[in-house]
């Protein structure tokens, strides 16, 4: 990475005279463990003049890995509008060959991300994305999530799949309300299958995460339609989610066909998963409850051994409790 240039600190405003020495036990504290966060609030106070020190201490590499220093460069950085610098370090951001390091400037690289992207910095924009394809780490999602533009949508399909970058990408399609759903729905219905021809653990988490989204968002009859035959997928969670859809979107005949599913499906799934599928029957007990009265006298098979059909039957009278507690409360 370069090393700091130097600014023209007389044409900013807040440009303030201060000595060599100042500057030095500036970058001193800057990478003290005990006076970092104190520096952080005098080279703020310091201004302009501050920020080639800030520079220099975000584009070093510590050996052992420590980044707190330069994550503090990056707060005053931020709060003093200095963009060029956080544009300058995302073009030439990579990682360090060297593991311990590497973790040391994602972190890094994920706060100058966060701070960039919070300006909506046209020029940032293409920056960012450069980054997210070659290293999608959490913040850089969340940075393009902060613009809501179209072409970032691959990107955070993408990153669906990722335990680690999920969260940041699933609310950037929060951002984007509506104008998501017809990608989350081709997220949705796209299996990917594996070398031995079944779907990728990427592909299932993938899909569940965009029917969560679709679920939040709030599905139409139309949307539920195209996505009915998921309720037969192999994926437990998978399929007791196009269920939930369709008790939110679909008819009642339609809505029937999902209660009964979820009951069914509610053997095969374990906590926390089941608590969301009895909620969701509570919550629409008016129609489960024809389903649940009929599992609990047996009709509906409650697993293959002692312990899941124990499991199985205490859901079914948490279902049961709850449900006609609220359609009571309904009255």
């Given at each position: 990475m370069?090393?700091?240039?130097?600014?023209?600190?007389?044409?900013r405003?807040?440009a303030?005279l201060?000595?060599?020495?100042?500057?030095?036990?500036?970058?001193?504290r800057?990478?003290?463990?005990?006076?970092?966060?104190?520096?952080v609030?005098?080279?703020?106070?310091?201004?302009?003049?501050?920020?080639?020190?800030?520079?220099?201490?975000?584009?070093?590499r510590?050996?052992?890995?420590?980044?707190?220093?330069?994550r503090r460069a990056?707060?005053?950085?931020?709060v003093?509008?200095?963009?060029?610098?956080?544009?300058?370090?995302?073009?030439?951001?990579?990682?360090?060959?060297?593991?311990?390091?590497?973790?040391?400037?994602?972190?890094?690289?994920?706060?100058?991300?966060?701070?960039?992207?919070?300006?909506?910095?046209?020029?940032?924009?293409?920056?960012?994305?450069?980054?997210?394809?070659?290293?999608?780490v959490?913040?850089?999602?969340?940075a393009?999530?902060?613009?809501?533009?179209?072409e970032?949508?691959?990107?955070?399909?993408?990153?669906?799949?990722?335990?680690?970058?999920r969260?940041?990408?699933?609310?950037?399609f929060?951002l984007?309300?509506?104008?998501?759903?017809?990608?989350?729905?081709?997220?949705?219905?796209?299996?990917?299958?594996?070398?031995?021809?079944?779907?990728?653990?990427?592909?299932?988490?993938?899909?569940?995460?965009?029917?969560?989204?679709?679920?939040?968002?709030g599905?139409?009859?139309?949307?539920?339609?195209?996505?009915?035959?998921?309720?037969?997928?192999s994926?437990v969670?998978?399929?007791?989610?196009?269920?939930?859809?369709?008790?939110?979107?679909?008819?009642d005949?339609a809505?029937?066909?999902?209660a009964?599913?979820l009951?069914?499906?509610?053997?095969?799934?374990?906590?926390?998963?089941?608590?969301?599928?009895?909620?969701?029957?509570s919550d629409?007990?008016?129609?489960?409850c024809?389903?649940?009265d009929?599992?609990?006298?047996?009709?509906i098979?409650?697993?293959?051994?002692?312990?899941?059909?124990?499991?199985?039957k205490?859901?079914?009278?948490?279902?049961?409790?709850?449900?006609?507690?609220?359609?009571?409360a309904?009255?």
């Amino acid at each position: 990475m370069s090393s700091a240039k130097n600014f023209d600190v007389a044409s900013r405003p807040t440009a303030v005279l201060v000595g060599d020495a100042t500057l030095a036990e500036l970058a001193r504290r800057l990478r003290s463990l005990r006076d970092g966060d104190v520096a952080v609030v005098e080279a703020i106070a310091i201004g302009a003049p501050a920020i080639p020190i800030l520079q220099s201490v975000l584009f070093e590499r510590d050996s052992a890995g420590i980044f707190e220093s330069r994550r503090r460069a990056i707060q005053a950085l931020a709060v003093l509008k200095a963009t060029d610098v956080l544009k300058e370090f995302i073009r030439e951001w990579r990682p360090a060959s060297d593991p311990v390091q590497r973790f040391g400037d994602e972190v890094v690289l994920g706060a100058a991300a966060r701070a960039l992207g919070a300006t909506l910095d046209d020029e940032a924009y293409p920056m960012l994305v450069a980054v997210a394809r070659r290293h999608p780490v959490q913040e850089v999602i969340e940075a393009l999530g902060y613009y809501r533009r179209a072409e970032s949508i691959p990107l955070l399909a993408a990153a669906l799949a990722n335990d680690f970058t999920r969260p940041a990408a699933e609310q950037a399609f929060r951002l984007f309300g509506q104008t998501a759903i017809p990608t989350l729905m081709r997220v949705a219905s796209n299996v990917g299958a594996n070398l031995s021809g079944r779907e990728a653990q990427s592909s299932i988490r993938r899909r569940r995460s965009a029917l969560k989204l679709i679920l939040e968002l709030g599905p139409t009859r139309e949307l539920w339609q195209r996505l009915r035959e998921l309720v037969e997928d192999s994926d437990v969670e998978i399929a007791a989610l196009a269920c939930r859809i369709g008790l939110t979107a679909a008819g009642d005949t339609a809505g029937r066909e999902c209660a009964y599913r979820l009951v069914a499906l509610l053997r095969r799934v374990r906590w926390p998963f089941n608590r969301e599928i009895e909620d969701c029957l509570s919550d629409n007990f008016a129609i489960a409850c024809e389903f649940v009265d009929r599992a609990l006298s047996g009709e509906i098979d409650g697993g293959v051994n002692d312990i899941d059909r124990a499991r199985f039957k205490r859901s079914l009278r948490r279902v049961k409790a709850l449900g006609s507690a609220r359609l009571d409360a309904r009255d």
